[in-house]
């Protein structure tokens, strides 16, 4: 059997099968859910004129709204993941992912287990969800239900052993690295002796020839060297930055784990410290690095736990790394 369909990406209208998941668009060759096809076909009929669907340009704005709404909530930043939001349901009323966004804003990315204002969110998103919709959304919501059911000492108990869990991917995750930062640390110090002499003796040899205007295959040779050793010392500089915040990071875990903060709060700056390893894993520039140890150091401050913060305020590169309104 056959249905009348229409790309979310280009708005050209065709035929699906009923008995497929997903379809190739004739026009723009785009895969696309061959259900959510037919659903933006039936938008445009008579009986479905006050359901908002996005498509085209609109279908591409409302996945650009959802990657920043998932970083203002990972970010802890509910405020301006419910203004995206809004502005999302404006756009359309008929996509889960919505919603559920709006469950994670609700129940603090799932942790606040008292909260009833998620529910009606939950139960739109199941509304308008098609199959696999329905199955994402179990996954995403499976496990924050299962805790809202459990009792007091339960909870503390799988709280306690969630925090453990963190604890130990983090404390693994950065050993696994500390052979490679210290391969780093003693390279630096190569580098560190190998750039001022390529400097010192590619203007030592190309100065006077360049003077006298001979041999000016010398001349080129010495702005070589100085190249060289230009881009050995930015080698350098780059790798002695991420070693610095990497050690800084392995102080601060230790720091971390002589305090005793509330669970919750252990469970976050480990998130955080997660990202900040991946950040390490990938090799990001140190100014990826630093954004996501800021995050980590706002929240960390914000605990006002006066051993960890003077531990912060006196370690040079982290207090680098201080956002300016914690100063104030």
């Not at 580098?191 to 002499?197: A, E, Q, S, T, V």
């Not at 006298?212 to 040779?221: A, D, E, P, T």
């Not at 480990?270 to 100014?287: A, E, G, H, T």
Request: glycine share 4%; net charge negative; aromatic share 12%.
């Amino acid at each position: 059997m056959e249905y009348n369909a229409k790309c979310p990406l280009c708005g050209n209208e065709f035929s699906v099968e009923s008995d497929i998941k997903d379809a190739v668009c004739p026009k723009c060759g785009q895969t696309v859910s061959a259900m959510q096809a037919v659903k933006y076909y039936e938008s445009f009929s008579e009986n479905s004129t006050e359901k908002k669907f996005a498509y085209g340009e609109d279908y591409h704005r409302v996945n650009f709204l959802l990657d920043q709404i998932k970083d203002f909530i990972a970010d802890g930043n509910y405020d301006a993941a419910k203004l995206k939001i809004d502005e999302a349901l404006n756009i359309t009323d008929t996509d889960y992912r919505v919603y559920m966004a709006m469950v994670a804003v609700c129940t603090k990315n799932y942790t606040d287990l008292t909260d009833e204002t998620h529910k009606q969110y939950i139960e739109k998103a199941i509304s308008v969800a098609d199959s696999d919709g329905k199955k994402d959304i179990a996954a995403t919501y499976r496990n924050y239900y299962d805790k809202t059911k459990l009792s007091k000492e339960e909870l503390e108990q799988f709280t306690e052993e969630e925090v453990e869990l963190k604890k130990d991917r983090v404390e693994k995750s950065f050993k696994s690295l500390i052979p490679e930062y210290m391969a780093k640390e003693k390279r630096n110090k190569i580098l560190l002796i190998l750039f001022p002499i390529f400097m010192a003796v590619g203007i030592v040899i190309s100065i006077p020839f360049a003077i006298l205007g001979s041999h000016v295959w010398v001349v080129f040779i010495g702005l070589a060297l100085i190249i060289g050793g230009y881009l050995i010392f930015r080698i350098w500089y780059t790798s002695r930055e991420a070693v610095s915040a990497f050690n800084a990071i392995l102080d601060l875990y230790d720091v971390l784990d002589g305090v005793d903060l509330p669970p919750d709060c252990s469970k976050r700056i480990y998130d955080y410290m997660y990202k900040v390893y991946l950040r390490f894993v990938d090799n990001d520039p140190i100014v990826g690095i630093n954004r996501d140890v800021t995050k980590l150091i706002d929240y960390t401050i914000s605990l006002n736990n006066d051993e960890i913060n003077e531990f912060i305020y006196n370690n040079k590169y982290l207090s680098e790394n201080i956002p300016s309104e914690s100063y104030e």
